[in-house]
């Protein structure tokens, strides 16, 4: 397949990410056909400026690790692009990705399982420079011990193997690993979560101080905000795949707007022990994704929910510059028109209770039927009475009298 380039402008951003989405197969049919998916990745978009940061937060199974797996093609795209450094990665073949491999880099979350346990540290670093031939082979040694330093490790760690290591010393390790290749954006998965919190501190420190001397950009996975509050510069709240708010970083802190991010930050600890925290807690679970509630995914738990959100999934709105948000509370017009949908969610759950009385009904009448038939099949004879009480019961026709259809659903429709 011929690489696409898109046309570069000053401005262009070095990822930019539109309407992506990865499903992943949950059922199929007698001929191995996928017939049900589960959304892990459904319409985001955005875009990340050379040199910053995005934090991507979120609860555990809303996307984001999907997310950060898709951009990098370790899972194939099911729609939606992925423009990077001007080149659309989304429709390049696997053997043509090879080339940008380099340029894009994964941090993981767990340092202990992502080194091989019996290569030393040099060799680990080493490996992808001299595939790639970052530098030319007499002098990888000294580039790998320039990118240790670089990374806080000392140079007699080059012949040690990981088990010798701490975590924190690991995940440097790691990050060597990474930058070795001198990439242009890496992704971080969670890359402090495993560790404690004074190393957790060092490690982001480093992030930072890498991020400032190399000019790389990140995408920072995490779930801890006041992490991603320190390293990032934009954030994007998900929630079952879904965007839920974007925005910088700064001023989502100031002013959150998703009922969903006001219940994520107001759990962030703050440092003053005057201040008082109005936690915000969210009932229930996170709906299955295989599942996702109809309309704004996020209406089972939202405190603010009304009746177009159980309908109508919110837009994408830009509340202020470069600041946007799913819900429904941003919109002028649904908020205009709420009487329209209450009305429309009050005839929806009339005709849906009609529904389910008839189904009722029905049942009810068959249930009767097969009980007249199965009497009498068992007595061995005619059973005249019996006969005789499905006649007078209106089984003849195959109706319920009217009453008995009457109070069943109106039975059903008080339950
Ligand atoms: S659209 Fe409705 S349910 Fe969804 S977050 Fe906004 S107020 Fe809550």
């Given at each position: 397949?011929?690489?696409?380039?898109?046309?570069?402008?000053?401005?262009?951003?070095?990822?930019?990410?539109?309407?992506?989405?990865?499903?992943?197969?949950?059922?199929?049919?007698?001929?191995?056909?996928?017939?049900?998916?589960?959304?892990?990745?459904?319409?985001?978009?955005?875009?990340?400026?050379?040199?910053?940061?995005?934090?991507?937060?979120?609860?555990?199974?809303?996307?984001?690790?999907?997310?950060?797996?898709?951009?990098?093609?370790?899972?194939?795209?099911?729609?939606?692009?992925?423009?990077?450094?001007?080149v659309e990665l989304s429709s390049l073949k696997k053997?043509?990705?090879?080339?940008?491999?380099?340029?894009?880099?994964?941090?993981?979350?767990?340092?202990?399982?992502?080194?091989?346990?019996?290569?030393?540290?040099?060799?680990?670093?080493?490996?992808?420079?001299?595939?790639?031939?970052?530098?030319?082979?007499?002098?990888?040694?000294?580039?790998?011990?320039?990118?240790?330093?670089?990374?806080?490790?000392?140079?007699?760690?080059?012949?040690?193997?990981?088990?010798?290591?701490?975590?924190?010393?690991?995940?440097?390790?790691?990050?060597?690993?990474?930058?070795?290749?001198?990439?242009?954006?890496?992704?971080?998965?969670?890359?402090?979560?495993?560790?404690?919190?004074?190393?957790?501190?060092?490690?982001?420190?480093?992030?930072?101080?890498?991020?400032?001397?190399?000019?790389?950009?990140?995408?920072?996975?995490?779930?801890?905000?006041?992490?991603?509050?320190?390293?990032?510069?934009?954030?994007?709240?998900?929630?079952?795949?879904?965007?839920?708010?974007?925005?910088?970083?700064?001023?989502?802190?100031?002013?959150?707007?998703?009922?969903?991010?006001?219940?994520?930050?107001?759990?962030?600890?703050?440092?003053?022990?005057?201040?008082?925290?109005?936690?915000?807690?969210?009932?229930?679970?996170?709906?299955?994704?295989?599942?996702?509630?109809?309309?704004?995914?996020?209406?089972?738990?939202?405190?603010?929910?009304?009746?177009?959100?159980?309908?109508i999934p919110p837009a994408y709105l830009e509340t202020?510059?470069?600041?946007?948000?799913?819900?429904?509370?941003?919109?002028?017009?649904?908020?205009?028109?709420?009487?329209?949908?209450?009305?429309?969610?009050?005839?929806?759950?009339?005709?849906?209770?009609?529904?389910?009385?008839?189904?009722?009904?029905?049942?009810?009448?068959?249930?009767?039927?097969?009980?007249?038939?199965?009497?009498?099949?068992?007595?061995?004879?005619?059973?005249?009475?019996?006969?005789?009480?499905?006649?007078?019961?209106?089984?003849?026709?195959?109706?319920?009298?009217?009453?008995?259809?009457?109070?069943?659903?109106?039975?059903?429709?008080?339950?």
């Amino acid at each position: 397949m011929e690489e696409t380039f898109v046309e570069k402008t000053e401005e262009e951003p070095i990822l930019k990410v539109e309407h992506l989405k990865k499903y992943f197969p949950i059922k199929r049919n007698f001929f191995g056909k996928p017939i049900e998916f589960l959304h892990a990745v459904d319409d985001v978009s955005f875009k990340v400026n050379a040199g910053t940061a995005i934090g991507v937060v979120g609860e555990s199974g809303c996307g984001k690790t999907t997310l950060g797996r898709t951009i990098l093609r370790l899972y194939d795209v099911d729609g939606g692009t992925v423009v990077f450094d001007g080149v659309e990665l989304s429709s390049l073949k696997k053997s043509e990705l090879r080339k940008y491999r380099t340029d894009i880099q994964l941090i993981f979350q767990d340092p202990y399982s992502s080194l091989p346990p019996r290569m030393t540290v040099g060799s680990i670093i080493a490996e992808a420079v001299k595939v790639h031939k970052i530098v030319p082979a007499n002098e990888v040694h000294d580039y790998v011990l320039g990118v240790m330093k670089q990374c806080g490790l000392q140079p007699q760690y080059y012949d040690r193997y990981p088990h010798e290591f701490s975590g924190g010393q690991r995940q440097r390790i790691c990050i060597a690993r990474a930058l070795a290749v001198k990439p242009k954006l890496v992704i971080c998965d969670e890359p402090v979560s495993a560790l404690d919190v004074s190393i957790q501190a060092q490690i982001i420190n480093l992030l930072k101080d890498l991020q400032k001397t190399m000019g790389l950009t990140y995408v920072f996975i995490s779930h801890d905000l006041s992490v991603v509050k320190y390293i990032t510069d934009q954030i994007m709240v998900m929630y079952l795949g879904n965007v839920m708010e974007l925005g910088n970083t700064e001023r989502i802190f100031e002013n959150p707007q998703h009922p969903y991010t006001k219940a994520l930050f107001s759990a962030v600890p703050v440092p003053d022990p005057d201040a008082k925290m109005n936690r915000i807690i969210l009932e229930g679970d996170i709906p299955s994704p295989a599942n996702p509630p109809r309309g704004c995914k996020f209406h089972t738990r939202c405190s603010q929910c009304m009746n177009v959100c159980r309908m109508i999934p919110p837009a994408y709105l830009e509340t202020e510059e470069n600041h946007f948000v799913a819900c429904h509370l941003y919109n002028e017009e649904i908020m205009r028109e709420l009487d329209k949908y209450d009305a429309m969610y009050e005839e929806e759950l009339r005709l849906q209770a009609e529904k389910e009385a008839e189904e009722y009904a029905r049942k009810h009448r068959k249930r009767t039927r097969n009980s007249g038939s199965a009497d009498g099949s068992a007595d061995g004879t005619e059973n005249s009475s019996a006969d005789a009480d499905g006649t007078t019961d209106g089984t003849a026709d195959g109706t319920e009298p009217a009453s008995t259809t009457a109070d069943t659903t109106a039975e059903e429709t008080e339950a």
